[in-house]
């Protein structure tokens, strides 16, 4: 099952320590921000002016708004804050412009990096961000090393659990989810009658369900039934930021989609509003299964 500490953290934090979030878009955020008090360590809010979801359960805590933009003031605010760990938690739907950043000291470090990083995709940028701070003073931790509850156990999650037909397509979609993730283009794909039919891309794993709800009725899968939805970190990712994830939305959307469950890599995957996620699939008869990781963690 998964796991279900409903206080502390997997990460052995100073009593002393300050943990600030980057908050930005869906439910992560708000989840890691409750974990952290629960376990005593109320944290500081950085909300990402326009992606931050949610934000009356975020300014509960002390917050501070940070445009994309204004990236380069970043290290001076968390060190105005005396904040020690970070966690990047949640979406971003868009890139930092560089023709719109102010100028400053700061940012006049980073721009190499950042110009560096925005080359090499998702993943790249993440992890010369993470680089960045650490060099700055700043330890970047993971929101599953600090919340453990949110990880994605190994098994079965719900009562239902795959067929014989259904690791077939659990094969071949994870397979394309890999290969797709080593290009960093996504983290999920869909496989049914043992091939896969569908790519994440950017529109990500909603737009993706959708695509397939609409394939449906498209030649080559008429008639067919049931299909799995993959999800799995991407090869050499940095597990610090941006593990895959399932919320109740994907669970819905999967079960319009005509799909029999959902697989993810343990230990590499969040899951997240956990019960709610895996009381809905068993209400609507879906799997959901945690994989053995591919892969030791990178990035911890």
Known sequence: MMKTETAGTALDLPSDAKVGIIAGGGTLPVEV???????????????????????????????????????????????????????????????????????????????????????????????????????????????????????????????????????????????AAKAIGALDIGQAAIAIGGRAIALEGVEGTHGLLERTQQLRGHGRLAGKTRGVLVKCAKPGQELRADLPSIGPRTVEA??????????????????????????RANALGLFVFGLPAAEPGHGN
Do not use: C, F, N
């Open 33 to 175: 921000a409750a974990g952290l008090a629960e376990a005593g360590h109320p944290p500081i809010i950085i909300l990402v002016d326009g992606q931050a979801d949610r934000q009356s359960d975020l300014t509960i805590y002390e917050h501070e708004s940070l445009a994309l933009e204004d990236i380069g003031s970043l290290a001076a605010l968390l060190r105005r804050r005396r904040i020690t760990h970070l966690v990047l938690a949640g979406e971003i739907r868009r890139r930092p412009r560089l023709v719109d950043m102010r100028p400053s000291l700061g940012l006049l470090a980073l721009i190499p990096s950042v110009a560096m990083a925005l080359a090499r995709g998702d993943d790249g940028l993440l992890k010369i961000l993470t680089r960045g701070l650490e060099a700055r003073g700043v330890k970047v931790v993971g929101a599953h090393e600090v919340v453990s509850r949110l990880v994605a156990a190994e098994g079965p999650l719900t009562k239902a659990v795959p067929r014989k037909s259904d690791w077939r397509d659990i094969e071949a979609a994870r397979t």
């Open 254 to 279: 999967a079960h319009a989609a005509g799909l029999a469950g959902i697989a993810v890599e343990a230990g590499h995957s969040l899951i997240l509003e956990g019960p709610i996620v895996l009381a």
